[in-house]
């Protein structure tokens, strides 16, 4: 399946949550959906059995900068062969995505590691806390405004 055909099941299903979408001259191909829509189209995307994208391999938080975080998911179908990306952007003022950790086990860590270093808040995601830094740590370090703490703890940060 091509990923012009994956992109037409995904508006066949979800017409207007599909914010806009890529499929010809870049490496990775994705759709841009609705935050408040992933989970639903996580699940699509694994359970429809033209797609079977059943392996998350990489979520990755990004600061998009001009007042917006993303999520990337890159999914691969191991049966099927054939891989898709899927994107979505929230403001950093209300960052929450719902969590996609019921519909991939391996986003439960994904996710961590995007609220610890970018601060995408996932909801519904079963333990949501940092993963990397300590919980006492102030602010995510991924961010482009991220101002490094002159001490933590007695300990002079920058080295």
């Known amino acids: 399946m091509t990923a012009q055909d994956i992109l037409n099941k995904l508006k066949e299903k979800f017409g207007e949550t599909i914010l806009d979408a890529k499929v010809e001259g870049i490496l990775e191909p994705f759709a841009k959906v609705k935050p408040e829509n992933i989970r639903d189209v996580a699940y699509f995307l694994r359970d429809e059995s033209d797609l079977q994208l059943d392996y998350l391999m990489c979520l990755s938080g990004i600061d998009l900068g001009k007042g917006l975080l993303g999520v990337v998911y890159h999914i691969n179908s ?10 979505v952007e ?6 929450d995505v719902p969590s996609v950790s019921m519909v991939w086990q391996t986003a439960n860590w994904h996710e961590r590691e995007a609220f610890d270093l970018v601060g995408v808040v996932f909801t519904g995601h079963p333990d949501l806390r940092r993963i990397l830094l300590p919980d006492d740590w102030d602010g995510h370090p991924l961010r482009k405004d991220y101002q490094v703490q002159e001490f933590y703890n007695g300990i002079k940060v920058p080295y």
């Open 78 to 87: 191991i049966s099927k062969k054939h891989r898709f990306a899927i994107k």
């Open 90 to 95: 929230v403001p950093r003022e209300n960052p």
